[in-house]
DNA sequence: TTCATTTGACCCCA
DNA sequence: TGGGGTCAAATGAA
């Protein structure tokens, strides 16, 4: 993670106050633009938008620095799981033993449930429990789990149409430790049942999302849509290098309803991960990379459109 | 009565 | 071997 300026707290403060001098000067050059000149207006005005959202999307990638793990305060109650006992046969679960081939080596757990693995940091504004997370998909939740060296447990939940419709969509829900008011969430499987179209259809700006894009990838789009006064939406970073995701912001039509989007070529086959526990907040370098190069570039871009108009 | 949540037990796999 | 994920009985809520 590269530090802006500073610590991370005073980098984020740095960044959106040049974001919002961004904004201010969009909407200068937008009263000052030529009122003859429509689609060069609406592009300042888009542009101030599309800042906007990203002084919200700067803020929510800049948690807190703290994302300590505090070791050993479950490892008395997580012993006492521990209590082997005769399995009953048929009670509890012969499952089927799966084959190193089947599995991928690049992700732990992909290769552990052999599903596509999607996380995100879901940060809310006031405390609330998990159950609360709601992201227009119905979940059932079959279990809570203490992880060592982890705060909070972590709470599994699958679709409620796992029986009746063959869903094999899971998510996992942490809160993190270094910030209560932001959930780890990762995400196993696609839906297959009827309300992952429903949540979609509902959610999602159609010249964003392709039709063959994720159930995860609209959802996403659409906690992103929330804005700063619900659930704010972590960015989530490709694990897979030969999955590249294409970092998407339509400057040029539908400005107003643009927004960054990582979309994978491969669908729900993409991967995603972060490595909180190692420092890193929620951005990678090639996703900050490219971030500071559209902020870089944005400028020169807007220049050379308005005077093509 | 139905459905969701809780929680102890147990299996898989690194 | 132990941590993490899942199962399913028990319990609670609507």
């Known amino acids: 993670m590269v530090e802006l300026c500073g610590g991370e707290g005073e980098g984020q403060i740095m960044l959106a106050s040049e974001l919002a001098q961004l904004r201010a000067m969009a909407r200068e050059l937008e009263a000052k633009m030529d009122p003859d000149k429509v689609a060069a207006r609406e592009l300042c005005r888009a542009l101030a938008s599309s800042v906007d959202r990203s002084i919200r999307l700067a803020v929510s990638c800049f948690p807190p620095p703290e994302h300590s793990h505090h070791a050993a305060g479950n490892a008395g109650r997580d012993a006492a799981f521990k209590k082997r006992q005769v399995m009953i046969p048929g009670h509890g679960g ?11 080596d690049m992700c732990s757990v992909r290769c552990r449930k052999g599903m596509a693995k999607v996380r995100r940091q879901v940060r809310v504004t006031s405390v609330q429990d998990t159950a609360s997370l709601d992201d227009g998909l119905s979940w059932r939740k079959y279990g809570q789990k203490d992880i060592l060296g982890a705060k909070y447990p972590r709470a599994y939940f699958r679709c409620t149409h796992r029986h009746t419709q063959g869903c094999n969509a899971t998510k996992q829900v942490q809160r993190a430790d270094g910030d209560p008011l932001l959930f780890d969430v990762v995400y196993l499987g696609d839906h297959t049942c009827g309300q992952a179209a429903a949540a979609a ?38 694990m897979a290098a030969e999955a590249p995701f294409l970092f998407t912001s339509t400057t040029a039509t539908g400005v107003d309803d643009s927004y960054f989007s990582f979309i994978s070529p491969a669908n729900s086959d993409c991967q995603f991960s972060s490595d909180f526990s190692a420092g890193s907040v929620g951005v990678d370098m090639d996703h900050e990379a490219r971030f500071e190069d559209l902020f870089l570039n944005t400028p020169e871009f807007f220049q050379s459109e308005i005077q093509n108009l």
């Open 201 to 238: 259809s509902q959610s999602a700006p159609p010249q964003l999302l392709p039709e063959h894009a994720s159930q995860e990838q609209q959802s996403q789009s659409s906690l992103l849509a929330a804005g700063t006064e619900g659930i704010h939406q972590q960015v989530v970073e490709p």
């Open 94 to 104: 012969f499952r089927v033993r799966r084959s190193p081939e089947q599995c991928s």
